[in-house]
């Protein structure tokens, strides 16, 4: 089989793939054209991401295979869609598949990607509407971009620019130590997202990418440079970080603040959220702290006491930056 | 400096970069949250396609640069858009930088890329919107996603799947050699494709980016599988195709109907273009044969002699396939 035959074949396979899962409205014309051609329902405004996996950063191919690759590049991108509020709509992918590597060939590569890539689409009623296929002697290197909707009216998008003094600060699951695993599997909170907006007033939403300090710094950055006061008690912290610091020599806490790829999202709403208020959300939600209006970011003790949070090191698998 | 710290450099950098090129309506929010807002003017669809670059593929950084890599990334997405007689809207930029490269570190190659980037989002008046940006120790990788504007109303987007019996084929401009340089330096038919749009009616219009013998194939399959027949003498040979011959011992004609990335267009009508006709055109257009109802692909010769057009190679420095 010629090169440019298989080439012909996989395009045929995502097409084929991308069929059933064409559930959403609009799509006028997805795979096999020079490009697509969308029509947003009325009412909606577009909304889009793009983040790309590298092997030896974001995964390691020959030990977590293909499917499971495209199942973490869907994620982390409908992360960033859940970070919004917004409703996936459309996929697009593109990839640079290794011609040989452990794992197999560049088709059974793509077969495998694209077998991790319709699960996630069909999970969330997204249609894989594009694409650019190559074949290369370098590593797997995946990227995707989604389109997600959002309604026009209030309460529409929520950015991470609008959080103020006074708000309460709350993430949507326990943090910390997801390179033991969790990482391939994200379990994008886009259902929390669209709950959480239709129940409580939110002032700003971001999903946890790169590690809670950091990404609360984003927040900070984005929303008037406003301070970060956390309790350190109250942060959730997930088994993973307890049982990767007896690994690690570093603390849980250590785990649960710096490591990335959690993909929770976190919150800053005017509201109390007392027990009673929580309780009657149709989402888990705990609270960690508050925003400030002074600057920096401090870490609160059980005794009362406040110290400065130091920026903490990256996640030793991941290292880049989303813009 | 360290590397988180520098990331955020570029990321400020980005920001700052994409802002004076902001001249398309409807971008409600581009760079700086966890996703982009678009809205589409009323009457509009929006059109999208994405295309990833990788060094020694499709450039080669060492020898090229980062910013004729950046000009070259735009160009062939803004190709696609032209294709489908969109006008481009946001682009969204995701790459894996080298750590180190022999033109320079990761920020450097990220400085350079976004000159290129920013060049042509400028001259075409597109906002760049978003990205992901990483580091690693891989060859330079650039995914450009692009989202267009149609009008919702016809002749509105114009697909390659139009193609009829009797139509006339004809291109924007010679074809082959575009290796020996004008690959770096594609001229996207944006203004070409609405000309046309405009003023004829087009059943069909596709970018060449594969080779014509390899994009015609792509519209015939696309268009009921109807067969194609160029007239041999008719195919506008560039003078890179006439030098390129003189050192590949292939015959000029072999480079135009089987090099790739010309990034002119070919389109189907079903008007005859006869002389008058062309010169009122504001758009140069070749014809160079015609749709026809027996499948199959013929080189008519000025003899009148018809001959199988066998599949020719792909370009050697590209080989993807976009879908």
Redesign the interface.
Known sequence: MS??QG??D??RR??AAARPGASRPGI??G??????????PPGH????????L????HFILAEHGAEAVGIKAMGVNLS??A??A?LPW?A?A???LPRTSEVGDANAIAHGLLQGIRRVSEDHQMVL???????????L?V?I?L??L?E?DPPG?V???GARPGDTLAVTGPLGGSILGRHLRPQPRIAEARALRAHLKLHA???LSDGLA?DLRRLSE?SNGWGIELDEWAIPIHDDAQRLAQMSGRSPLDHALNDGEDFELCLATPETLDPDRLANLPTHLIPIGRVVDRPGFFLRAANGMIRPLE?GG?DHLR?????
């Open positions: 090169q440019a080439e012909f996989l395009i995502i097409q006028v014309l795979i096999g054209d020079d490009a697509a051609l969308l029509q947003p405004l577009v909304v889009v991401t793009t983040d790309m590298m092997d030896g950063r960033d869609l970070a919004m917004a459309a697009f593109s990839v640079a509407a594009g694409g650019d296929t190559n074949a290369w002697d370098g590593p290197v990227s971009t389109l997600g959002v026009d998008a950015f991470r620019s939403l971001i999903d950091s984005a920026p990256f290292d880049s930056t989303n813009s």
